[in-house]
């Protein structure tokens, strides 16, 4: 099942701050985020784990928590560079207990604009 | 480091014709995947294989198939084209860490079916 982001847009000016979520109706065992530029191919920015790992990329950040089952991506003190459609996707867990890695379910996506 | 290569970056087609397209996987990645994308929507996972047999399959009809050559760069055929059809194909390339591994995108194939 597609995970569900919000917000659908985010509009900004350069220096402000931004939460992206992404919520899954299944359990999660990790994230993926990604952005995208118009007209090219999705930039892999970061994998969230299950057990709260936050990582970082620039001065972007994620956290994951696993119980509810939701990541959140947090842009601060954006750039112009930041502006894309971020997605966040979820590998395949088998049912033996295994992680397809090559099969991501993909997010509707959520549209950044960062004007000057 | 070369990234992920896709052939042709372009291409049109008329309803029915068949179209091949071409991945070349960044050096050392054993597993390729194939996503479908269509304009305002995420990528959709159509195919992937991992040392040349098919790992995983997504929800496709028979007219999308897909194969992996020794050398591990991949190739997404599609018969009987529709309409439908005209999107974004991705290609994307990982290497094997569990549940770390990260998928490297290719820039794509826009394919356009008139």
């Known amino acids: 099942q597609q995970p569900v982001q919000s917000p659908q847009a985010v509009i900004l000016r350069e220096g402000e701050d931004a939460v992206i979520n992404c919520s899954s109706s299944?359990?999660?065992?990790?994230v993926h985020w990604y952005r995208q530029k118009h007209g090219e191919a999705p930039v892999f920015l970061m994998i969230?784990?299950?057990?709260?790992e936050q990582k970082g990329h620039e001065k972007i950040s994620a956290s994951f928590n696993e119980k509810k089952q939701q990541s959140s991506l947090y842009l601060t003190a954006s750039q112009l560079s930041y502006s894309g459609t971020y997605f966040c996707?979820?590998?395949?867990?088998?049912?033996?207990?295994?992680?397809?890695?090559?099969?991501?379910?993909f997010g509707q996506g959520t549209i950044l604009t960062v004007h000057p | 480091d070369a990234g992920v290569t896709q052939s042709p970056t372009h291409l049109i087609k008329t309803r029915g014709q068949h179209v091949t397209l071409r991945c070349s996987p960044i050096s050392g990645h054993k597993s390729v995947s194939w996503y479908q994308q269509v304009l305002g929507q995420g990528p959709q996972f159509i195919f992937q294989y991992y040392e040349k047999e098919e790992r995983g399959r997504g929800n496709f009809p028979d007219r999308f198939s897909a194969r992996q050559f020794p050398n591990y760069s991949s190739e997404l055929n599609v018969n009987a084209l529709l309409l439908g059809d005209s999107a974004l194909y991705l290609c994307?390339?990982?290497?094997?860490?569990?549940?770390?591994?990260?998928?490297?995108f290719g820039q794509g194939t826009r394919l356009t079916v008139v």
């Open positions: 996707g979820t590998p395949h867990e088998t049912s033996a207990g295994g992680t397809s890695y090559g099969k991501l379910t």
């Open positions: 969230l784990l299950k057990g709260g």
């Open positions: 299944k359990a999660l065992y990790s």
């Open positions: 994307a390339s990982s290497e094997y860490r569990g549940r770390r591994s990260e998928a490297f």
